[in-house]
């Protein structure tokens, strides 16, 4: 069983810069794409980036595009967000997870593609 857990969010200004972390226990979770996501009250999660398995292949949300880097490291178990010029807009619940098939080549986008969810870390960002 994979599980994930977030750390990193906080209060930021905009145009500030913050990393957070995607690190899990168990020697599965780097077989598996993992992807970040976030939610605002009354809307539904939102995808924002996503990694292979491999590493070799990213994928982004129009609207973080330029400003968010995704990587991973295989010998820490943990997969980051690097979150730059941040805008009052990105406040948000970041959430990681992991795509449900092992091994896959491509990122998917729809959270029903995703389980073994995180607890989530809260990106409040200031204008």
């Known amino acids: 069983q994979v599980q994930p857990v977030e750390s990193g969010g906080g209060l930021v200004q905009a145009g500030a810069s913050l990393r957070l972390s995607c690190a899990a226990s168990?020697?599965?979770?780097?077989?598996?794409?993992v992807g970040w996501f976030r939610q605002v009250p009354g809307k539904e999660r939102e995808f924002i980036a996503g990694i292979t398995w491999s590493g070799d292949n990213t994928d982004y949300a129009e609207s973080v595009k330029g400003r968010f880097t995704i990587s991973r490291d295989h010998a820490k178990n943990t997969v980051y967000l690097q979150m730059d010029s941040l805008k009052p807009e990105d406040t948000a619940v970041y959430y990681c997870?992991?795509?449900?098939?092992?091994?896959?080549?491509?990122?998917?986008?729809?959270?029903?593609?995703?389980?073994?969810w995180g607890q989530g870390t809260q990106v409040t960002v200031s204008s």
């Open positions: 168990g020697r599965t979770f780097s077989t598996y794409a």
């Open positions: 997870a992991t795509e449900k098939i092992p091994w896959a080549i491509e990122v998917l986008s729809s959270p029903d593609d995703y389980n073994n």
